[in-house]
C-alpha cells in the first residue's frame, strides 16, 4: 500500500515539473553581458555583447522561435556606436519590418546618429 502511494506521489511529481512554462524567446546570457557592458564600457565587454546578439539571432530556441522585440534595435545601436554605420542601420531596419511599432523609436535613433 505503501509502494502504491510512493509510486503515485513520484509520477505526479514528473508529470507536474515536464509541465513547467516555456518562454516566448530565449535570451541566452544577454542579461549579464549587457549588464558587463553598460558597467565597464570597453572594447572587450561589447564585443562579448556583439556576439551575444549574434547568439540571440541565429539560436532562438524559444516558443515562438523569433528575435525578442528590441533585439535587433539595440543590436543596431551598439554597431552605430562602433562605428559601423552601415551594419546598425540594416540591424535598425530589421527591428521596424519585425516589429513596426518601434518605428517612431527607431527614427529618433537614426536621426540622433545623422547628425
Do not use: H
Not at 515536464?18 to 561589447?46: F, G, I, Q, V
Amino acid at each position: 500500500m505503501k509502494w502504491k502511494f510512493l509510486f503515485i506521489g513520484l509520477v505526479t511529481t514528473l508529470y507536474l515539473t515536464s509541465c513547467a512554462p516555456k518562454t516566448l524567446y530565449s535570451w541566452s546570457n544577454y542579461d549579464d553581458t549587457s549588464y558587463k557592458y553598460l558597467k565597464n564600457s570597453d572594447e572587450k565587454s561589447m564585443e562579448q555583447l556583439i556576439k551575444t546578439y549574434r547568439q540571440l539571432i541565429e539560436k532562438q530556441t524559444g516558443t515562438r522561435k523569433a528575435v525578442p522585440p528590441g533585439v535587433y534595435a539595440d543590436y543596431g545601436f551598439v554597431l552605430l556606436q562602433s562605428e559601423k554605420t552601415e551594419e546598425g542601420k540594416a540591424m535598425l531596419e530589421k527591428e521596424i519590418s519585425l516589429y513596426p511599432e518601434s518605428k517612431i523609436f527607431i527614427d529618433r535613433i537614426l536621426q540622433m546618429f545623422e547628425k
